[in-house]
């Protein structure tokens, strides 16, 4: 189990191989996404506190929150479009924690449950396909109903 100086540590060294990648070889961000979503991964558990899971690409969920609630991790670089849930595997996190990679910065679009998330997207070949548009009203509502000071 990494300690969360660790993950800290992983997420700084993440950010210099991304940027290094971006500016010193020209790529896309898009074109790494496998770099963008362990980075991801890593900034979401430093942002609850929390672990990775036990396994890399472990079947539904990323990061288990300290209270035990499992967290699937979407990272995208896209500014519109979709991101996609796996139909078969969705409903093993209880919260989905959408974040955009911007410039060499991470923000969080969408954390919130998952459950809001599958009543919300649509459903395409049979996974579940959110609008980033969409997660960000999502988390408009849910930032609207949280009583002040509460978050």
Same mark, same amino acid.
């Given at each position: 189990?990494?300690?969360?100086?660790?993950?800290?540590?992983?997420?700084?060294?993440?950010?210099?191989?991304?940027?290094?990648?971006?500016?010193?070889?020209?790529?896309?961000?898009?074109?790494?996404?496998?770099?963008?979503?362990?980075?991801?991964?890593?900034?979401?558990? /430093? @942002?609850?506190?929390? =672990?990775?899971?036990?396994?890399?690409?472990? #079947? $539904?969920?990323?990061?288990?929150?300290? &209270?035990?609630?499992?967290?699937?991790?979407?990272?995208?670089?896209?500014?519109?479009?979709?991101?996609?849930?796996?139909?078969?595997?969705?409903?093993?996190?209880?919260?989905?924690? /959408? @974040?955009?990679?911007? =410039?060499?910065?991470?923000?969080?679009?969408? #954390? $919130?449950?998952?459950?809001?998330?599958? &009543?919300?997207?649509?459903?395409?070949?049979?996974?579940?396909?959110?609008?980033?548009?969409?997660?960000?009203?999502?988390?408009?509502?849910?930032?609207?109903?949280?009583?002040?000071?509460?978050?």
């Amino acid at each position: 189990m990494l300690t969360l100086s660790q993950l800290d540590i992983l997420r700084h060294q993440y950010l210099a191989l991304l940027k290094l990648e971006v500016e010193a070889f020209g790529v896309q961000p898009t074109e790494v996404r496998h770099l963008i979503g362990r980075l991801g991964e890593i900034h979401a558990a /430093l @942002l609850v506190k929390g =672990q990775l899971a036990h396994k890399v690409n472990q #079947h $539904g969920f990323d990061v288990i929150d300290p &209270q035990g609630q499992c967290i699937s991790v979407k990272t995208t670089a896209q500014t519109s479009g979709f991101v996609t849930l796996s139909g078969k595997t969705h409903s093993k996190a209880q919260q989905l924690m /959408l @974040l955009q990679y911007v =410039q060499g910065e991470l923000s969080t679009v969408y #954390h $919130g449950p998952m459950a809001l998330v599958a &009543q919300e997207a649509r459903d395409y070949r049979g996974n579940l396909e959110l609008d980033l548009s969409k997660a960000r009203s999502l988390q408009a509502r849910l930032n609207a109903a949280q009583p002040p000071g509460s978050a």
